[in-house]
Nanobody, 115 residues
């Protein structure tokens, strides 16, 4: 089975940057398809970004395209989400996701963008 642990969330001012990390264990990390989702209070969970198992392809929601970048480091078994030019509407709990012969989710990390 796969375990995912997010970190890096916090409170930032609009326009600033933040990098989220997701450490994975179990299975073969280099073969995971992975991504990020987020959920704001009172709203449905939405897709943010994803990366293919080999890192060849990345995908982004229109709301974050050009501001966020997803990457993975196979040597550290870690997925990243670099978030730049943060806006108040980016405030949400961010969840790490992996597919490896099944769906796996992290517990989430809070990102709050406020002045």
């Amino acid at each position: 089975q796969v375990q995912l642990v997010e970190s890096g969330g916090g409170l930032v001012q609009p326009g600033n940057s933040l990098r989220l990390s997701c450490e994975a264990s179990g299975g073969t990390f280099s073969k995971y398809a992975m991504g990020w989702f987020r959920q704001a209070p009172g709203k449905q969970r939405e897709f943010v970004a994803a990366i293919s198992w080999n890192g060849a392809d990345t995908f982004y929601a229109d709301s974050v395209k050009g501001r966020f970048a997803v990457s993975k480091d196979n040597s550290k078994n870690t997925l990243y989400l670099q978030m730049n030019s943060l806006k108040p509407e980016d405030t949400a709990v961010y969840y790490c996701y992996a597919w490896y012969y099944g769906d796996y989710w992290g517990q989430g990390t809070q990102v709050t963008v406020s002045s």
